[in-house]
């Protein structure tokens, strides 16, 4: 399997997860980083966009459509909720930073139409989830309540030594209402970014088991199976999700051998 990728610290735009480089089938990732004042020309035919301001400041203008200026402002993933912008395919949009930012955008497949808008940090939907020490925080950023074809995407964090995606769940088979399948991206980041989390990726029914160890900038891509994510004691993890199916709305199935974690007390 191709679905773990290591951090990269190319300035400009790094393409980090593809159907042509990875086990994704259709949803792609990429990383831009830009300096002061540096202005970045995109386009993606085919494919609607969301791109999610890490850090830094940008504004972003939609040929045709809007312009928006000084968009973002936190630090880093770990100050604050996210400004996001969707883009609809084949549109193309210039990004400037102002001072400097980090982006992610995903892209999925979807026909042409729509309109781009701006999600604020107003917008997003945040939650605390689990209880003890599968308790973590959600900020949902965008879901089947927003315009969009076929993109979700959020933001988890866990505490130090905490679980997320547990009791583990999956969603790879058409079966509603009990499942949906999606294919999914994480991109993680670790306060402080000397720590280290884990990720299991496991398939009973393709005979798939496999752990990473996942640090600052890492990438793990989750084409089907069960995924679990836990942090390293002393270190706050995040990652950033982004899930493509033919549906947007989420439906999945826990493992029947560690539900009953979820039910306890």
């Known amino acids: ?86 883009v609809p395919a084949g549109v193309s949009y210039r990004v400037s930073a102002v001072g400097s930012a980090d982006i992610a955008v995903f ?59 547990y009791p583990p769940h999956k969603h790879d088979r058409d079966d509603p209402p009990r499942e949906a399948v999606f294919e999914e991206v994480y991109y993680f980041r670790i ?8 990720q299991r990726l496991y398939s009973p029914e393709r005979h798939v088991d496999a752990t990473f160890t996942v640090e600052d900038g890492d990438t793990v891509v989750i084409p089907f199976g069960y995924h679990p994510v836990s942090a390293a004691p002393g270190y706050r993890l995040y990652y950033l999700w982004a899930l493509a199916g033919e549906g947007r709305r989420l439906m999945y199935s826990e493992d029947p051998a560690h539900a009953w974690v979820a039910r306890k007390g």
Not at 23 to 42: H, I, N, T
Not at 116 to 127: L, W
């Open 1 to 86: 399997m191709k679905v773990f990728f290591k951090r990269t610290a190319a300035d400009g735009v790094a393409e980090i997860v593809n159907p042509k480089n990875s086990d994704s089938a259709s949803l792609e990732m990429a990383l831009v980083r830009l300096k002061p004042g540096q202005p970045l020309d995109l386009v993606s035919p085919g494919r609607e966009s969301l791109l999610v301001i890490l850090g830094g400041r940008c504004s972003i203008a939609v040929k045709g459509m809007d312009a928006w200026d000084d968009l973002g402002g936190r630090g880093d993933v770990f100050d604050g909720v996210a400004t996001s912008v969707y």
């Open 107 to 165: 892209r999925a497949p979807a026909s042409a139409g729509g309109e781009a808008y701006v999600i604020r940090p107003s917008d997003v939907t945040v939650a605390v989830r689990g209880e003890g020490a599968s308790r973590r925080t959600v900020h949902t950023i965008l879901d089947e309540s927003k315009p969009a074809q076929r993109l979700v995407a959020g933001e988890t964090f866990n505490e130090p030594g905490a679980w997320s995606s």
């Open 191 to 198: 306060q402080p970014k000397e720590g280290f989390g884990f």
